[in-house]
């Protein structure tokens, strides 16, 4: 790509300097976002793991959650990694009542899914379209319960997935921030158009 993509990581919670390092490390212009103003500069945005019930509440607060929405639903590629993934969903099982998600991803995300005997654990898993195994990091993660028809699967585990894809969406239950892997990262770029 002739310029580097102005890539946000929303950052009013959850694992946002991991992200950035990889995003950078990649050669995209990765910056925070905390602010509708700095949501406006960005090509593309990832969500980070986190607390999704706490990050859509600080949206909320902050005036995040409608502009996310809008840029959302107008096309922007944004990328949810687990707590981010359920912040995508259109549909939570497992949330709290009053859960408010950004949406725009035909997915019903369970939270919490793996149980709490396997709080977090790792896996090497096939992911489409790479040649090797990505190594999966999962911490109280969701898995995807339904996908709708635009839906494609990237990778599963333990019979559901844990990747998926819509279009300019993308989401991951797992962590591909913490084991310095660009690979699915860069996957996420490629849908900025390069
Ligand atoms: N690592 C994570 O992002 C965990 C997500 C968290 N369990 C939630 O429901 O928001």
Redesign the pocket.
């Known amino acids: 790509m002739t310029t580097a993509p102005s890539v946000g990581v929303f950052a009013l919670q959850?694992d946002v300097r991991e992200h950035l390092q990889v995003l950078t490390a990649l050669g995209a212009d990765a910056f925070p976002v905390r602010r509708p103003a700095e949501l406006e500069r960005c090509d593309g945005l990832v969500l980070p793991?986190?607390?999704?019930?706490t990050m859509a509440k600080l949206a909320r607060t902050f005036e995040l959650l409608e502009p996310l929405r809008e840029r959302v639903r107008d096309g922007m590629p944004t990328f949810g990694?687990?707590?981010?993934m359920?912040l995508l969903a259109d549909r939570i099982e497992g949330g709290t009542a009053d859960q408010e998600t950004i949406g725009g991803l035909d997915v019903t995300v369970r939270?919490?899914a793996f149980g709490r005997q396997v709080d977090s654990f790792e896996a090497d898993l096939p992911f489409a379209g790479l040649a090797e195994p990505v190594h999966a990091v999962f911490?109280?993660?969701?898995w995807v319960e339904r996908t709708g028809p635009g839906v494609e699967v990237l990778a599963e585990a333990a019979g559901h997935p844990v990747a998926v894809r819509q279009g300019h969406l993308m989401a991951t239950s797992f962590?591909p921030e913490v084991d310095g892997d660009g690979r699915v990262h860069r996957v996420f770029l490629g849908l900025l158009g390069g």
């Open positions: 959850g793991g986190g607390e999704s019930t990694t687990c707590a981010g359920i939270r919490n911490i109280r993660a969701p962590h």
